[in-house]
């Protein structure tokens, strides 16, 4: 994905109002993030910051600068002082961009675009609390990944990044995540949105994320509207990325059947995400995109 | 064929009303409403969920599996429908009228197996389980049954009638015997036909070995059944040529026996006979021939006939043949007998013949007729002390300045009585139609060739002309070269290939050389009398010295001169005989008795004919009968043109429930 030419941002996704909320939205980050909750997400790593962490053995080869002599005419041992080295932190946003999630309810909002909106504001909160953000669009595989842009500043780059996502293919999300690790290979925040419409399921994916040190966040996108039968009788149900037909005579049991199917599929979801240690959040299309950022905000985690 | 094609098109024709109806069903099919699903899998989960879980399912399987037996029980009932129905026509025969064919040709007579110290014995002949099957059919029948017993052969013979009481039937059994004749199985079924007309519930019953191998008859009757009995019990003959059996018989069999006189000895000759072993391995035998002018049958010629030769040979596999040279033909009646060598005293014969009603050939020498010869010469004494050589010449010499072609003419030769003419040196013509020799060295064609003092040689040693005629160290001081017609035959040559002799069969036999006997020492050689007794023989007609056999169990017509009433007809083994049949100058016979058959003019003169087995009643091959007509129930097979039986149509009602329970099971399927 090229990220550097001009391109024109969807007016009907980001206009002035979404623009507006994110704002507030990003304001109020702030203050949930100073109540707390920092220390739940950042990692530390052992470096060159300001910060003194531990001392260690000096060994042949270290910066003789970093000897504490205070502590050798104590000790008359020769040890180094380390710091607290402070780490940006990456922020991918998998962004599910197969048939699937183009498909709505008639007049309705698409699963994709609430997650391209879903995407905006996360964006726009990590790029004020100075993170790097990249936004990884994937269905059978990822293109080329654009590169992590750090800074308020780059925000309407995300913009343009993101109304320029083309929709269709298949859902292969360990595949995507295969090739999206060996092109990222810094590690960092992976949220993962999708509707998860991947016969292989989604729990080696996220075991495989984990293993590789990226630290993975569910956003799982839910239309209930689709599971309201439009029409009942004899049907041939055409699957969407696959083409596959299936026939048969749909009746309000069967119906309730396959509710009862996708709430057991939901469960799937959530159960994937939890054996892999990461936080799973189901985004219902019902709820507005600033209840649904609100609602990544309270589950905790995103927010340095 | 025209039965094949005709069911092939009505097959086709169904088979095209079936597909246009499942073509047009597919069309008018309710189309189902596609609708797109984000995720076609969670769907499937659900269906399989659903048909597990619902109990209307299992209804419905059950319903399924119930289709499935009656479809599997349609199935069976029409593979099975041929076997049953023959036997439910077997119970319900049990009010029936049944016309029992019990064949009795010569091959009945065999005893299979493999006799002797080889094989284990076997007690009786294929009659014996014949008449066995006969007895169990009808004691297992029911009382009310009624049946007609018919032997036959040749003919046919009512052994028991309609309304003989059951043990009447069963002892007509103990009189039945083997004859030496073949079936025909046309005039048996035409019997039975006949016995049956007019009667309900009729069937017929024809216990066989095979039977001769026969197309199919004028007419079958409306059911027919076989038992088959002897080696082919349990075939199907009604496709495919006779076969072979597998293991062979043990027995030898005379096929054919040939004679020839020799070459200017009537009196002895060669016997060619044809020997059969059907066994599988090389048999000792003993052949004797046996010469009569009285005896007819094995019985006589093994009494009274002076036996002429007896040989032991080894008779191999198969078909051979045994050339006996040098016998004793004064005797015009020959039999030939072949037998298994006698084992050592005290030891087990190796070798039982199972067959033994073809050991034994006949053959009768033909009447040496005396032939008028007209010899027109000036006096070449040559070629008439040759003629005078023969015993069977009877000599009418004219000089040239007598001789008027059209005086004897064919026409005229009831008046001048002559069979032969022979010109010497004659340019004039042969008499119209008859048959005659003409020798003319000097031709009056001016475009004529000659050779000088040249090589002649034989071209056609085969011909009856030429048997036994050599030309070598023979001297020809001059000869014209003959130019044949398409046809003719060339005797003998000049080296390189300039004819001198030449016959020609049509339209009249005549014989053609190109020499003068006075310019040649041929006519002091010893072939000149034989070659004028056979060119004689020859040009009369009567060169072959053996009559033609009559086969067993076939109509005959005999001719002879002066057949009319009175002629009388002696069967071998007879003492006495019977007025013949005769009629149009031909003695009429039918008999099936082997042997030498023996007519006797009131004036005392007879002609005699000797026998020959059918060649269809070897007893080692599996025969088949034929295919039989549309409608015929018979049990040899069936025919394409037949109506389709029931299960036919049974088989096509289980191949629709079929289709129509595949649409079903892919219509559950879906939901």
Known sequence: MADGSPRK?????????????????????????????????????????????????????????????????????????????????????????????????????????????????????????????SVVPFSEGIEAPMRPLRGRSQFFRILRVLSDVKQGGRTEIHRSIEAFARHQPRRGLVVLLSDFYDPAGLGDSLRYLAFRGYEPMVLHLVDRSLLDAPVLGDLALVDCETGDVRELCLTPALMENYRKAFDGFTGEIERAAREAGARCLQVDLALPFDEVVMKVFRAGGFLA | MTGLLTTVREVLILAGLIGLALVLLYLLRPRRRRVEVPFGALWQRVLAQSESRSVGKHWRRLLSLLLMAAIAGLLVTALADPLLTRAVGAVTAGSSYTVLILDTSASMGTRDGRGGRLGPKVAGTRLDEALGAVAELVGKAPSSDRFLLLSATGHVQVRSGWGAPRPTLLQALDGVQTSSGGLDLQRALAAADQALAGRPRTRTVLITDGGPALVAPAKWPSTLQVLRVGPSRGRSGAKGEPALLPQGLDNLAVADVRVRPAAGDPGRGTVTVTLRNDARRPVQARLSIAASDRAQDAQQFGQDAALRRVTTLTVLPGTSRQVLEDVDLSAARLAVRIAPEPPPPGKAPEFVDLAPYDDWGFAVLAERHALHVLLVTEGNLFLEAALLASDRVRLHAILPSGYKPETYAWKERVRHGIDVVVLDQLTQPLPDGMPGLRLLLHSEDPKARYAQAPEVVVRAADHALMRGVSFQDTNFDQIRVIAPLPGDVVLAAALPSAPVMVARAAPVRTVEWGLDLLETDLGGRFAMPILMDDAVAWLAGEEEPLLAPLELGRPWAIEAAGVGPGWKHLEPGQKEPKPARTSAGQLLAASETHGVHVWLSPDGREVARATVLPPAESPSEIKVLGRPPPGVDASEGSDPTAPKPRWSWLLLAATVVLAAEFGLYLRRRTV
């Open chain 1, 9 to 133: 941002i969807r007016d009907d996704l980001f206009d002035a109002a979404f623009l507006g909320r994110v704002e507030q939205l990003a304001l109020l980050s702030r203050r949930i993030a100073t109540s707390g909750q920092r220390a739940m997400r950042r990692s530390r790593k052992i470096g060159s910051g300001i910060e003194f962490a531990d001392h260690r053995e000096y060994a042949p080869g270290d910066d003789p600068r970093a000897i504490d002599w205070l502590l050798y005419a104590r000790t008359e041992r020769l040890q180094l002082r380390l710091y607290e080295e402070e780490e940006d932190l990456s922020v991918y946003f998998l962004l599910d961009r197969s048939t699937s999630m183009t498909m709505a309810a008639d007049g309705q909002q698409s699963l994709f675009d609430r997650s391209l909106q879903v995407t905006a504001a996360l964006s726009y909160i990590s790029l004020s609390n100075l993170d790097r953000v």
